[in-house]
């Protein structure tokens, strides 16, 4: 029988790693260095990354002791994860649609590892009390109102739908 | 630039510490000892701690009824961060070791939980910490018990296990008309901080009990018992409260061990759909935001080499620029290839 805990870490691990090779693709990308297949790496390693956040995430709620969200640490890794989930995704589909890779593309990679690592980070605080980024206010959770949560998931509904009409027309329009 | 990047990752490994203990704990957990020998970073490399560790029980240990062990550990001499972390098991083999095997029922840790691995912070002027745990004794025989302690050092480069010796409790079936508590009842183990607490008593072959508290160590004071319930004091202060029974009946009088009860801060709380909507929509809007992100202007794009496709001897489709012969090569390649529609 093997613990959550130790689920967390490989599934953890595996993220984090996947991630942290996308940023360095990225990196690579921007300052234009690096083998010619580091836009392929940037974007393959993150979806890696992608689907071992899911297993990170679930493992992680069952390895936390106490009941449920009971610290504010377990917050904000919750919030910081989905957030650096949703920008990778996106960089995803965009570049699958066929995106030229620019300095924001690029950028937004690196924001996304940013966030994985801060949110390991504040892993490893919660789990030994020990952590580089003591600056950071980790204990802060901003917290919406259920209202502006709809508002701004609705907003973002509409975004993704407004950018699948373009892209299908762009496609039609382009292709002779 | 590559001496420069030298330079600070030789900064960088140079300022983190070299430790082979965890000096923030690994959390009260249940665990065998050296948590199977993943607690520091390697069991082998640990050194053996100059504490002195003791364990203390119950003269009289009945099977089926609550009793408390207590750990005692003196110069521990611990890491900065002042953390002991202790073992309750029931054998030194660092396998099937912890109480549960051997049939005991932990009731209450030192911190209020359940568990036989409990960090405490040891008091820089004494160096002295006693762990105290409540158990529901297993059947009657001789049953082992022993403690262990975990903690790093000042200097931060040894981490130490130290242990007890074994001691073998004789766990004694109860006369039959023993006043006792009655094997439903749990003691309370944890109260929030402002809060009164109640406690119903319930026990068997009883006549009548009184009860009396005291804070860690101090002098005991009598609790008024009414209709089998007595209320404890608020606690105003996080730290830990002691009470036990004295219960009267037609066998021998009996007085219960003094149960620990710990106060702490009312812990963090969120209201959990709210923030895993938040969650939900953050994901949904920052995947919209970059996929609405403009296309960038030529001479913003990234590509450091060229990706045109090779052009056809027959050269490139009629009709088509070179623009699109870039962009849309590939496919045409592609579709050409897999005799598909161009």
């Known amino acids: 029988m093997i613990s959550a805990g130790t689920i967390h870490v490989i599934s953890t691990e595996l993220t984090v790693g996947m991630f942290a090779l ?35 995430i679930i493992s992680g709620f069952n390895a936390a002791p106490g009941d449920g969200l009971d610290s504010p640490l377990l ?26 890779l620019d300095r924001v593309h690029a950028g937004i990679g690196m924001i996304a590892t940013g966030l994985i690592m801060t949110t390991a980070s504040i892993g490893g605080e919660f789990a030994r009390g020990e952590t580089l980024l003591f600056f950071l206010p980790k204990d802060l959770v901003f917290l919406f109102p259920k209202w502006a949560s709809v508002i701004i998931l609705i907003l973002g509904l509409i975004l993704i739908i407004k950018s699948t009409i373009e892209h299908r027309i762009r496609s039609r329009t382009s292709v002779p | 630039m590559r001496f420069k990047l030298a330079i600070l990752l030789s900064i960088l490994l140079l300022a983190s510490t070299l430790s082979s203990a965890n000096p923030g704990g690994e959390g009260d957990e249940i665990r065998s000892m050296e948590c199977g020998g993943s607690c520091h970073g ?25 009793t408390t062990v207590t750990i005692h550990v003196n110069g521990s001499d611990p890491s900065s961060s002042r953390l002991v972390g202790a073992f309750l098991l029931s054998n030194d083999q660092g396998a099937k070791d912890t109480p549960a ?50 903690h790093g050092s000042e200097s931060g480069g040894v981490a ?49 009990f009184s009860v009396e508290y005291r804070l860690e160590g101090g002098t005991p004071i009598d609790l008024a018992v009414t209709d089998g319930k007595f209320t404890l004091p608020i606690a105003v202060n ?105």
Not at chain 2, 49 to 55: N, Q, R, V
Not at chain 2, 161 to 186: C, D, T, W, Y
Not at chain 2, 189 to 202: S, V
Not at chain 2, 270 to 296: K, N
């Open chain 2, 42 to 66: 390697d069991a082998g490399q640990n050194g053996i701690s100059s504490a002195s560790i003791e364990l203390e029980t119950s003269t009289d240990v009945w099977a089926g009824l609550l």
């Open chain 1, 75 to 100: 917050a904000n890794k919750l919030l910081l994860s989905m957030t650096a989930t949703g920008l990778s995704l996106g960089l995803i589909i965009k570049w699958k649609r066929g995106a030229e």
């Open chain 2, 101 to 150: 095997h051997d049939g005991w029922q932990i009731i209450a840790d030192p911190n209020g939980g359940v568990s036989n691995y409990v960090e405490l912070e040891s008091p820089r002027a004494t160096d002295e910490l006693s762990f105290t745990w409540t158990l529901r004794a297993p059947a009657a025989g001789q049953h082992p018990l022993m403690g262990a302690v975990h």
């Open chain 2, 238 to 342: 996080a730290g830990v409260i002691e009470w036990r029974a004295l219960l009267e009946g037609e066998g021998p009088d009996q007085t219960t061990p003094w149960f620990r009860i710990v106060s702490q801060e009312p812990g963090w709380q969120v209201e959990e759909p709210t923030l895993m909507l938040q969650g939900f929509a953050l994901l949904i809007l920052c995947a919209g935001l970059v996929l609405m992100q403009r296309p960038a202007s030529p001479e913003d794009e990234l590509k450091q080499y060229d990706q045109t496709p090779l052009i056809p001897t027959e050269g490139i489709p009629v009709g088509w620029t070179m623009e699109q012969w870039q962009h849309f090569g590939q496919q045409y390649l592609d579709d050409l290839a897999g005799g598909g529609p161009i």
């Open chain 2, 160 to 208: 130490y296990i130290g242990k007890s010796s074994l001691n073998q409790i004789s766990v004694m079936e109860p006369p039959e008309n023993l006043p006792r508590l009655s094997a439903e009842f749990s003691p309370p183990a944890k109260r929030d901080l402002g809060e009164e607490l109640t406690i119903t008593l319930q026990t068997e072959n009883v006549d009548s």
């Open chain 1, 22 to 56: 996308a940023g360095i693709s990225f990196l690579l990308c921007v300052i234009g260095k690096g083998p010619e297949v580091r836009e392929s790496v940037a974007h393959w390693a993150l979806l890696g990354g992608l689907l071992a956040t899911p297993l990170a």
